[in-house]
């Protein structure tokens, strides 16, 4: 059974620092990796997906890699702002049918300013 | 496009209520999903549908019923409540064409009491 893990659990950075978040799998026969965004009280944002082909993606600040073979994969946030501040998830998917998720518990963000 | 929506945001039920939890999606995806939230442990998926008349069973399906009538309606049926199932329901929707990069709704907080 697929398992997914999130360290840190929680983390705190002053504004301006750049950060790494980490995800690791046990099943590397993944088809794709999603990082989401979740803000309290909120639902998911959906930041960055990776198909299990590719190794990186970008977005604006972030960067999200994905080495299958290790079962990891890092999301990069560059000059963090306190509005980045929110809980940050990771789930994989098995499959290219309808690839159900299986998400790690999240990473909570503090940015102070 | 609104993408995905769920009613209502919050509710309260007594013990042993029944009640209807709704998400509609209107960006013509086949594939739908219910997952749960619970603090500290993550997101598990309740029932999937791969498409109208098709649904599935996931991780935690007791005490829930779904259907789906239409490619845009996918609701969740909770019979005889528990204080079990206080959490907060996320629906959520993707598509092939789209590598199943999934889109999350904004979410139901239930309290069963």
Not at chain 1, 41 to 69: V, W
Not at chain 2, 2 to 10: D, E, L, N, S, Y
Not at chain 2, 57 to 86: C, I
Request: with cysteine.
């Amino acid at each position: 059974k697929q398992e997914v893990t999130q360290i840190p659990a929680a983390l705190s950075v002053p504004e301006g620092e750049n950060l790494v978040l980490n995800c690791s799998f046990t099943d590397s026969a993944i088809y794709n990796l999603q990082w989401f965004r979740q803000d309290p009280g909120k639902g998911l944002t959906s930041l960055l997906l990776i198909q299990s082909s590719q190794r990186e993606q970008t977005s604006g600040r972030l960067n999200a890699s994905l080495d299958k073979s290790s079962g990891r994969s890092t999301l990069y946030i560059a000059a963090s702002q306190p509005g980045d501040s929110a809980t940050y998830l990771c789930a994989v998917s098995e499959n290219s049918g309808y690839s159900t998720l299986t998400f790690g518990k999240g990473t909570m963000l503090l940015v102070s300013p | 496009n609104a993408g995905v929506t769920q009613t209502p945001k919050f509710r309260i039920l007594k013990i042993g209520q029944s009640m209807t939890l709704q998400c509609a999606q209107d960006m013509n995806h086949n594939y739908m999903y219910w997952y749960r939230q619970d603090p500290g442990m993550g997101l598990k998926l309740i029932y999937y549908s791969v498409g109208a008349g098709i649904t599935d069973k996931g991780e935690v399906p007791n005490g829930y019923n779904v259907s789906r009538s239409t490619t845009e309606d996918f609701p969740l049926r909770l019979e005889l409540a528990a204080p079990s199932q206080t959490s907060v329901y996320f629906c959520a929707s993707s598509s092939a064409g789209t590598y199943n990069e999934q889109f999350f709704g904004p979410g139901t907080r239930l309290t069963v009491l």
